[in-house]
């Protein structure tokens, strides 16, 4: 009586054992009960599950003849841990996470003669792909979160539930409800990643990083090191070794993203292929991610049988595996569209297989395209700064001459003054400089690259024997810039104050010598402290000159027309001699003695002292231009501006002066604010008290050149200065106006 009892407890707890087996696997008890009960619409795992997706671990992948098992790390990177270990494809892992959370049912086809004779049609026996994926327990064990056979594409399209799109569906089974054979259609489709076998599935990238986090890059190329470092992402790459000099941040950007876009078209375990002694080129990235390198190998490139595609391996410090990366396009097309297509058709392959092998090559990235080299990554500008950090420069010879000297007074925007260059010319003040030609020269000395390197020296190696080689030891120019202050700001007492950090002049040499090596005369540079000499395009060496009329202002007369008190227009019989007042905007005047007041057109005449206010010469002309000369023997007209200068150089002393004598304390804001009182009689008085004036005569003469049928010009002249200048056809006949009504 005793032995039923026991045998009834024995397999009841069997069947609690079985039970809680089956639960530690499948996560659920459908796999003990039978069918799951599934409805068009309803996800293909229940809501509660697909939020399990985020602590998945642990996944399997199977196809009819390979099985990969894949395991996440601690820092969320997905391993291939069978059959060799290596990275799983990022991709990869999307697709499959994002098509198992987000598939939804479609239909359940019914288990019948018509369905088990079409088995083929959907793939889920003849073509499988099976996936589990499964997380921990919090017993040192896994269970399973969803399990599913993927077939065939199915040939249905599904709502993708905003009304508008469609998705692709799938032929699906899935064992995780229970020993359920039935085939759905789901939403969703991943057999594409599927494509090329399961070892595909590997991450064919064999470097991943952050191109922001990357502080320092080693190139070891064929035994020679280059070095390039930089202090921030915000900053620019330099050369450190084997010289020091700035790097081409282009390039080095360049250089960094196609490592990050190599693409592999075989992985292999490394025990398995058999790899040359020594690496042709290594590349060791460093960065913000800690003391370890990222690094890569390449090997020498060699082609296979039958296949005239350039492959090299390579391998990667993280990783243990050997890629294979095309070295070089298999053929490379040059010339029109027509002559590609043409190529393309007489190839000893499929016309469409060769078209669709050239359009996937312009999206490759070959290891040949890699820049490597010193010639390449280097910075090929003279002068690596920028024209707006400028503040003031000067260019002088050593052979005596003063030289020219620039400033840059600085505008107010919030007044809308605009910056204003000014030069001055051996011992001469300051004057206005052109600024067109001026922002031409410093773009010319920072952007028009130099047409190569002809030296370097080692780092902390004397110059000297390499600057006498190139006569810079005795530069025929001599150029100094000094950059604008640099604003910082700090905190002090709690607040936050601007601070100006002075940033140090910059000295370039040049000179105009014969080439060591070929004998041939050009022009060479180095900056003062740097390890380089430079042959420099004619480009810019074209705008180094110490004449003072190749930096003055274009603008032939600056006046306002307040001071104008009369012009005189000497080009017809008689000359034409007009008298302005400027308060009343009012015009009388003289032809040949005769009062023409009445027949003066005002309009024209207060616009011709505008076009002689924004009159711009062509070019400035040394003193003693013959051509010019002769040409003003021979004057076609002469305009004549009678001014009346007001000095205010005065004012400042004349306030300070009669605020003193009428005892002003008044600097409260609100004081400062108001014109009232002593103030304002102080701003009146100063308006309408008699100021200094001086007069002033600017003479103009105008001549034609010698006519060229295509660009013909004037010569002009500034009688009281001397000063010769061109301007153009138009301007001059401008200036030959007719300011009388008939």
Known sequence: MRLLPTILLSLVAAGAITLSTFLAVD????????????????????????????????????????EIVCAKDENGVWWIIRPFKDKLSPAAVQAIFAFTANARLV?????????????????????????????????????????????????????????ESLLPTTYLRTSFYGRDK???????????????????????????????????????????????HRISAETSWNITDPVITGADDDNVQKLLLNLLNLKAVRVEDAIEVKLPETPMCTIALEGTWGETPREIRIYSPFSQEGNDQQYCYAVVNDRPVVFTLESEPAVRHKGSYARLIKAICELPVLPRKAMAQVRMSQQRVYVSELPQTLEALRSMKFADIEEKDISRFSLRTTRGHAGIRALLVPGDEESKVE???????????????????????????SQIPV????????????????????????????????????????????????????????????????????????????????????????????????????????????????????????F??????????????????????????????????????????NLKVSQWLDPEDEDALRALNNLAFRVKLDLEITDYSDAESTV???????????????????????????????????????????????????????????????????????????????????????
């Open 27 to 66: 996560g659920n008890l459908a796999r003990i009960t039978g069918w799951y009960r599934f409805e068009p619409g309803m996800p293909l795992f229940a809501l509660e599950k697909t939020g399990e997706l985020n602590e998945v671990c642990w996944m399997r992948i199977k196809d009819l003849h390979d």
């Open 107 to 163: 239909d359940t086809l019914p288990l019948n003669n018509i369905t088990r004779s079409n088995m083929r049609e959907f793939g889920v026996e003849t073509a499988p792909h099976t996936i589990v994926l499964k997380k921990p327990d919090g017993a040192d064990s896994l269970t399973t979160v969803a399990r599913y056979t993927l077939g065939s594409t199915s040939p249905w399209l599904a709502d993708a539930g905003d009304g």
């Open 182 to 228: 039935r085939i759905h259609v789901v939403s969703g489709n991943i057999l594409n990643i599927f494509k090329d076998g399961l070892e595909a599935l590997r991450d064919s990238s064999p470097l991943q990083f952050d191109v922001e986090q990357i502080r320092g890059i080693t190139i070891t190329n064929e035994g020679k090191q280059l070095k390039i």
């Open 419 to 445: 910056d204003t260059w000014m030069f001055a010319a051996a011992n001469t003040k300051y004057s206005k400089a052109d600024a067109a030609g001026v922002s031409r020269f410093l773009k010319g000395l």
């Open 451 to 570: 047409e190569a390197i002809v030296a370097d020296a080692a780092p902390g190696q004397d110059m000297t024997p390499l600057l006498a080689e190139y006569g810079l030891n005795a530069p025929d120019y001599v150029l100094s810039i000094q950059p604008r202050p640099c604003m910082l700001r700090a905190t002090l007492f709690g607040q936050d104050l601007p601070m100006v950090k002075d940033r140090s002049p910059r000295t370039f040499l040049l000179r105009r010598y014969a080439d060591p090596a070929s004998g041939k005369r050009a022009w060479f540079g180095t900056e003062m402290g740097s390890n380089s000499i430079s042959r420099l395009s004619t480009k810019f060496t074209r705008m180094l000159s110490l004449r003072a009329e190749k930096w003055k202002d274009r603008h032939l007369l600056e006046f306002p027309l307040s001071a104008v008190r009369s012009l005189t227009l000497d």
């Open 572 to 613: 017809q019989k008689a000359p034409l001699v007009l008298n302005y007042e400027y308060m009343g905007e009012t015009w009388s005047g003289t032809l040949g003695g005769e009062d023409v007041t009445p027949r003066i057109n005002p309009y024209r005449a207060t616009y011709y002292l505008r076009r002689l206010q």
């Open 656 to 742: 300070i002066e009669q605020e003193s004598d009428a005892g002003i304390i008044n600097d409260t804001p609100e004081g400062m604010l108001q014109e009232h009182g002593d103030d304002a009689d102080i701003l009146r008085s100063l308006a309408t008290m008699e100021r200094k004036t001086h007069r002033e005569t600017r003479t103009l003469e105008i001549a034609p050149a010698a006519y060229d049928s295509e660009r013909p010009f004037f010569y002009g002249r500034m009688v009281e200065t001397g000063q010769l200048f061109i301007i153009p056809f138009e301007e001059a006949q401008s200036l030959a106006g007719d300011f009388l009504d008939m």
